[in-house]
């Protein structure tokens, strides 16, 4: 079974420019999350999605952070305009409703290491 | 709301030693999930265990055990006979019942010497 794939895997950027990540989950996951990773933190969640639908994005900076789900699969999360304080690692998961499986099939990317300069 | 606290910043274990990761929570849920994640330098997370609160024995996963305390809202992670490979982040963390979001908590850098 193919994994939850990120892209870029690094990205530099200037400060207030813009940046795009990519995530294309587990097939049949119907649940995808956003996280934000903070160096000498634990991943901390930017946005939960349904299907093409947001759950949750009560973490999520709207005026700079924008994400969305087109047809339920691909999620884009952008920034702009970026912080210096944005540098982190973005992680996409994905998991499928309760079914058989206690944990959901919880599965990580990568992720996106975003440095901000 | 949910709290993961994970008191250990670093721990360095001498190569074939057991060793404890603690991870203590606060919920209000009675239905709760709880999960230890690795994370190595190459920054993906990797699932280690799981234990479902309801579940009455602690959770074993090869070299990995869940040394679950309710009462105590304790869920630390022992691994035996450590390996130059553990050498990681570990990430506790937990889900609510009836929800599918995972809150974590600071991570303990450990590592395996030789």
Known sequence: ?117 | AQKITQTQPGMFVQEKEAVTLDCTYDTSDQSYGLFWYKQPSSGEMIFLIYQGSYDEQNATEGRYSLNFQKARKSANLVISASQLGDSAMYFCAMRPGGNEKLTFGTGTRLTIIP
């Open chain 1, 1 to 117: 079974e193919a994994g939850v794939a990120q892209s870029p895997r690094y990205k530099i950027i200037e400060k207030r420019q813009s940046v795009a990540f990519w995530c294309n989950p587990i097939s049949g996951h119907a649940t995808l999350y956003w996280y934000q990773q903070i160096l000498g933190q634990g991943p901390k969640l930017l946005i939960q999605f349904q299907n093409n639908g947001v759950v949750d994005d009560s973490q999520l900076p709207k005026d700079r952070f924008s994400a969305e789900r087109l047809k339920g699969v691909d999620s884009t999360l952008k920034i702009q305009p970026a912080k210096l304080e944005d540098s982190a690692v973005y992680l996409c998961a994905s998991s499928f409703n309760p079914g058989t499986s206690k944990t959901y099939g919880y599965t990580f990317g990568s992720g996106t290491r975003l440095t901000v300069v």
